[in-house]
């Protein structure tokens, strides 16, 4: 792949990361408003922030620069 190919790819990559952890940050925000459902959507929250997690450490290590 190509330099430029691979900042795209990076590039993309980090948009995911933003958007999965806009969605961490909504489902918290109805584990707030649905007591009965909040153990499960707090949950659920972190496992999609930790997949963020991840997946900006994987363009880091990969060489796409810092974050």
């Known amino acids: ?21 806009s969605v961490s940050t909504r489902l918290e925000a109805l584990a707030e408003q649905y007591p009965p459902m909040t153990e499960a959507l707090i949950t659920i929250a972190g496992n999609v922030r930790n997949t963020a997690t991840v997946l900006a450490v994987l363009v880091v290590a990969r060489g796409a620069g810092p974050l």
């Open 1 to 21: 792949m190509r330099e430029s190919g691979a900042f795209m790819l990076f590039e993309a990559i980090l948009h995911e990361v933003d958007q999965l952890q």
